[in-house]
């Protein structure tokens, strides 16, 4: 059992072939758009947070693992010249990764149309480059996949996540990798996820990053919402029912670990199985910490109706809900709904997941890419949050 | 007959699978989709929500997937709609902005 994707200089395979253009910070979007629009294949991202870096580094990690996950075959990084989070550290730390990395600055080009004729150049030869990569055949070992959920209601726990489980145990079984990022869809539920830690360390981690999540939003005095409007109309009553109905996802094997988001690293997937990753439940953030932990395709379920797309990951949009795929069926790649119809069985929805990923893997689009769906935005972890609450990465 | 599905064996609720009107008969069916019996619905339950199975009292433990999903505010009866007016998480409890927009 195999697919076809793309080798990279370390090793990692890549499901896509982008290049990659990243303004380190926002007043160089238009530019890096400009640049990115000159070639085919070509995507623009930068973050609408700061280009300080004290206090900043999950984006930085953020930044750097998303030029370096294996979809992304170069990357050019743009900077004005007075970040802290400039051009040239992110651009180095990108390059160990192996693939051609160049950064300009704009203080240093002189302006705008410099800067954009510049990043032309560069991106002309990187072109050449990334036709020269061509897919070949790689295990079912190689897979690399990130699970998240949005737009929930209490279809997902009957249906579409259940059915995810099943593809992702059959991923896991041919010796791949797949993870799941909510921390705070598993307050609830640490006692089903702990049972399945291959050792008491991993257990300890999984509670921990429950119970900090948890502190996060739970502070005193401060009403903060944590389930959209649509949930409840949806039926989910609480954060309990949620989380219990979005870990059916994560299939029934060991848990691996806990890979870490915190100012000190963004931890990679390290190696075959299942792991928890810690960061955020707001989706398209979650997308960017499972593209920079190394996802190469994101299983995306919803009940309510969800259309998603991130600028280097494939999304595959699993819909739950009868009524609701036949309302958004264009936005929507399977179609789970016919477990609640009791057209087709759980397992029978988790062989075609299976299949789908594969053939995404293989270079078909999906509904999200055929759309364009390209957002790119990054979670920044306060840490002066986490002090006050005394909340620690380990 | 509509279908209301037990997830499992120890749940004191159903999810319904079908929008119930008050006084509908409803067809309880286990995870596996066997027949276990009819419940009734005491008011409308919308699609996705769920109906008490037996009578809880304030303070019991609300139970689906056979794990806690929540603890009862007050007294709920079978066929009762189960939701964020009745019940309260044990951790992490829905902002009051957030019901009152529910009504």
């Known amino acids: 059992m195999s697919f076809m994707g793309y080798e990279r200089p370390d090793g990692s395979v890549g499901v896509r072939n982008y290049i990659l253009v990243m303004a380190v910070a926002q007043c160089l979007e238009p530019v890096a758009q400009k640049i990115a629009a000159s070639v085919e294949g070509a995507v623009a991202i930068t973050q609408h947070y700061t280009c300080l870096l004290a206090g900043n580094e ?4 953020t930044l750097v693992g998303v ?10 990084v743009v900077g004005m010249g007075c970040e802290s989070m400039n051009a040239e550290l992110v651009g180095k730390r990108i390059a160990e990764s192996g693939k051609p990395v160049e950064w300009i600055v704009c203080q240093d080009l002189g302006g705008t149309r410099p800067t954009i004729s510049r990043g032309k150049e560069i991106l002309s030869r990187m072109v050449n480059y990334a036709r020269g990569c061509s897919r070949k055949e790689f295990p079912d070992a190689k897979l690399i996949i990130g699970l998240k959920c949005g737009g929930s209601d209490t279809t997902m726990g009957l249906a579409a996540n259940p059915a995810i489980g099943v593809a992702v145990d059959m991923i896991v079984d041919a010796g791949g990798s797949a993870f799941l990022i909510e921390p705070i869809e598993a307050v609830g539920a640490e006692q089903v996820l702990t049972r399945r830690a291959v050792n008491e360390e991993v257990a300890r981690q999984i509670r921990q990053m429950v119970a900090n999540e948890e502190k996060r939003f739970r502070v005193s005095g401060c009403e903060i919402e944590f389930m959209c409007q649509g949930n409840i109309d949806g039926g989910l009553t609480t954060i309990e029912e949620k989380s219990l109905g979005a870990i059916h996802k994560s299939g029934t094997r060991p848990i691996q670990g806990v890979l870490e988001f915190s100012q000190r690293r ?30 190469q395709i994101i299983v995306f379920s919803t009940g309510r109706g969800a259309t998603l797309g991130h600028a280097i990951v494939p ?18 790649d399977i179609n789970a709904g016919t477990i609640i119809e009791g057209k087709e069985s759980i397992t029978e929805v988790g062989k075609r997941i299976f299949a789908e990923i594969k053939e995404v893997a293989s270079g078909k689009l999906t509904k999200a890419e055929e759309f364009g769906y390209n957002t790119f935005s990054v979670y920044w972890r306060d840490p002066r949050l986490d002090t006050l609450l005394g909340i620690t990465s380990k | 007959m509509k279908r209301a599905i037990r997830m499992h064996p120890h749940d004191n609720v159903v999810t319904a699978l079908a929008s119930l009107s008050a006084g509908e008969k409803v067809q309880v069916v286990s995870a596996a989709q066997e027949p276990l019996q009819i419940l009734e619905a005491n008011k409308e339950i919308p699609f996705g929500h769920k109906i008490a199975l037996t009578k809880i009292n304030p303070g019991d433990h609300i139970l689906k997937y056979g794990e806690i999903i929540g603890i009862a505010d007050q007294m709920i009866q079978p066929g009762d709609h189960v939701h964020i007016h009745n019940v309260e998480s044990t951790r992490l409890q829905i902002p009051k902005e957030v019901k009152e927009r529910e009504g």
Not at chain 1, 58 to 61: A, E, K, V
Not at chain 1, 67 to 76: D, E, H, K
């Open chain 1, 58 to 61: 999950t984006i930085l990690h």
């Open chain 1, 67 to 76: 030029g370096q996950n294996p979809n992304v075959a170069a990357v050019l």
């Open chain 1, 266 to 295: 963004l931890q990679k997937v390290p190696g075959p199985g299942f792991y928890l990753q810690d960061g955020t439940h707001y989706d398209n953030m979650a997308f960017s910490i499972m593209a920079a932990a190394g996802a």
């Open chain 1, 315 to 332: 999304m595959i949009h699993v819909c739950s809900h009868p009524q609701t795929y036949q309302k958004m069926a264009e936005d929507m």
